[in-house]
């Protein structure tokens, strides 16, 4: 009984943690020719309703016409989201493949 107990909660508890991860996909251009990736933390405050830093997108493709830009909440931006989202600051990673 208490295995069934405890698996059924790491499965519910999986399903929580798996429901906030979400990526968004643009391609500009062609998208991306090669596999050159670069990353930055973007970094919010009141829940994500302001941001704290800039990243430039643009600036991260140095000039490339065919790039692809992935926004997304990965594990690491998670965990650290657990610690600093008591006083409402988030992250989230944002990846320019060129």
Wanted: aromatic letters at 12%.
């Amino acid at each position: 009984m208490y295995k069934r107990f405890t698996a059924i909660l790491m499965i519910l508890v999986f399903a929580f943690i798996m429901v906030g991860c979400m990526a968004n996909v643009h391609k500009v251009g062609n998208g991306a020719q090669g596999f050159d990736k670069m990353e930055k933390r973007q970094w919010y405050i009141l829940w994500g309703l302001v941001p704290l830093n800039d990243v430039d997108t643009q600036d991260m493709a140095a000039g490339v016409a065919d790039y692809t830009i992935k926004t997304e909440h990965t594990p690491l931006d998670i965990i650290m989201n657990i610690f600093t989202g008591y006083i409402t600051v988030y992250s989230r990673t944002v990846t320019v493949t060129k």
